[in-house]
């Protein structure tokens, strides 16, 4: 049984920084490409960065310049990483990791979720 585990949300102050940080595990074989989404409320789940197995990077425009999303493969650590600095007022939402893997259960690649991990940016 694949499970990801996502911890690091909490409340900040506007202009401050949070780590997230989603950790896979079970049978996995191998892993794929890494993403963060974000929903706030009222609104659909948006597309916030990817890194690939080979550690290339792509992040939303809105993102850009302040979160950097980061992975640790080794020791079967299998865990991706948002770090998301100068922190606003409209990056509260619930953000949620991605991961493509493949596991013993299954043939092929599949997208596992995680639980969502609140983030709230107020003074």
Known sequence: QV????????LVQPGGSLR????????IVSIGAMRWYRQAPGKQ???????TSGRNTNYADSVKGRF???RDNDKNKNTVYLQMNSLKPEDTAVYYC???????ATLGMRNYW??????????
């Not at 997230?20 to 049978?27: D, H, P, T």
């Not at 789940?45 to 890194?51: G, K, L, M, N, S």
């Not at 995680?114 to 003074?123: A, D, I, L």
């Open 45 to 51: 789940r948006e597309f916030i960065a990817v890194i």
């Open 68 to 70: 950097t999303i980061s």
């Open 98 to 104: 991605n991961v493509e893997l493949q596991s013993l």
């Open 3 to 10: 499970q990801l585990v996502e911890s690091g949300g909490g």
């Open 114 to 123: 995680g639980q969502g991990t609140q983030v709230t940016v107020s003074s």
């Open 20 to 27: 997230l940080s989603c950790a896979a595990s079970g049978s």
